[in-house]
């Protein structure tokens, strides 16, 4: 289980309860992403373990320290999980047992089945253009690229941890990345609960700016294919 | 700034430089007066240039000796700064090579070289800034890795104080007062 968390210390608590309380039997490794509050210290608490960045290093980065973790751990599959409880626990099953014919599982808040999710219209449009050049890029349809609840067996987390985009909006880039691979991916519907705490993100010119990057970025890479983050020396160490 | 200097030599609106008068602004300003100086210096312009590039590699050698900058940028500024330096005592040179390439006002051949060779000088920073950029993350990522390595190896060792092979009824290293 891999939660990344910036300054959750009001819902990680409850996360982690949660999470205990349905499926015990998985590790849990919470990515501190330079937070301010005690988030670190609340997750430690509950059993997590918790890798603790010196710094900032945005969504991306916490997320490859927590492949980096899983990789080096010797897993055999983890699962991404949003810190902020928007995601059901109950549904973790659902994902793991899409791995045994997929490599990666995506859950969807858009798939058939999930539950509606109101956006607004320029958010909208902005997610159609985004879906839309996904569509052509990977040939396939998918309904909801920026999930923050996922699935990944080893073949995918070894991938991840090397190759990891680090900027916003890094889950389209690497479902593209992903999908160029070869990995197989399927997509689950899921329901989204309420966030527990904390704003969503609204339209503004920054997230203009990053969704004209991510799709420039895409299209960039149709041209050329081999392009791909810099290589991560892998971290020596660690249990098997 | 010693662009700028160097622009004034060449452009040769030495007045400028010469006196801070109203009157003589007007007079520099003069079109006539500028067509015929081009390339042409007073020497207390020849001055001002030189003045002005020896401060400034003077400025970039206490940087390399002082703060650590790395000489490679060193060397691209300092050859910068003698570039211009040249130019400012012999402008006759950016004449000549602005005539050479067909272009009529000798100072705009130096503002499209200088503006040209500062874009690549950008440039190679950020790919440079993105790289270590990149290499900041890995190294946070590892560091993050590693605490949290150290800290389950800590746990297992305060679970079993006594490592097997360990006479029997020694005493467990203590040598690290765990206030973590």
């Known amino acids: 289980m891999i939660i990344p968390a910036l300054n959750e210390a009001s819902t990680i608590a409850s996360v982690l309860t949660t999470l205990a309380g349905s499926s015990p039997d998985y590790d849990v490794a919470v990515v501190d992403d330079g937070s301010t509050d005690d988030t670190a210290a609340i997750a430690r608490a509950h059993g997590a373990t918790v890798l603790s960045l010196p710094f900032n290093l945005g969504i991306g980065g916490a997320l490859r320290a927590g492949f980096r973790y899983a990789v080096a751990q010797g897993y055999d599959a983890a699962v991404q999980l949003d810190a902020d409880g928007q995601h059901d626990p109950e549904l973790i099953p659902v994902l793991l047992e899409q791995l045994t014919a997929a490599n990666m599982a995506i859950g969807s808040r858009f798939a058939d089945g999930g539950a509606d999710y109101q956006v607004g219209r320029t958010r909208r449009i902005a997610m159609r253009s985004l879906e839309l050049t996904v569509r052509v890029l990977t040939g396939r349809r998918y309904t909801d690229t920026s999930s923050g609840f996922r699935a990944f067996d080893r073949s995918v987390l070894e991938y991840f941890a090397q190759t990891y985009p680090a900027e916003y909006m890094e889950s389209v880039e690497a479902l593209v990345n992903a999908s160029y691979e070869g990995f197989r991916i399927v997509e689950v519907p899921i329901d989204m609960r309420e966030r527990a705490g904390g704003t969503p993100s609204t339209m503004h010119l920054g997230l203009a700016y990053h969704y004209v990057r991510v799709i420039s970025t895409l299209l960039a890479r149709v041209r050329s294919r081999s392009r791909v983050a810099a290589p991560v020396a892998p971290v020596t160490g660690g249990p098997r | ?180």
């Open chain 2, 1 to 180: 700034m010693i662009g700028l200097t160097g622009l004034f030599a060449s452009v040769g609106v030495d007045s400028l430089f010469a006196s801070v008068g109203v009157d003589s602004l007007f007079a520099s300003v003069g079109v006539d007066d500028r067509l015929d100086e081009i390339g042409e210096m007073t020497p207390r312009t020849h001055l001002l240039v030189m003045i002005g590039a020896v401060v400034c590699i003077g400025f970039i050698l206490r940087l390399v000796r002082r703060h650590g900058l790395r000489s490679k940028y060193a060397l691209l500024w300092l050859t910068l700064a003698v570039v211009v330096a040249v130019l400012g005592v012999f402008p006759g040179v950016l004449v000549a090579v602005s005539r050479l390439v067909g272009i009529q006002y000798p100072p705009a051949t130096f503002l499209a070289v200088g503006v040209g060779a500062l874009i690549l000088i950008v440039i190679q920073f950020s790919w440079e800034i993105s790289r270590l950029e990149e290499r900041t993350r890995v190294l946070a990522e590892s560091a993050a890795l590693l605490a949290a390595e150290v800290e389950r190896l800590r746990a297992s060792v305060e679970d079993e104080p006594q490592a097997p092979g360990d006479a029997p009824g020694a005493v467990p290293p203590d040598d690290e007062p765990s206030s973590t």
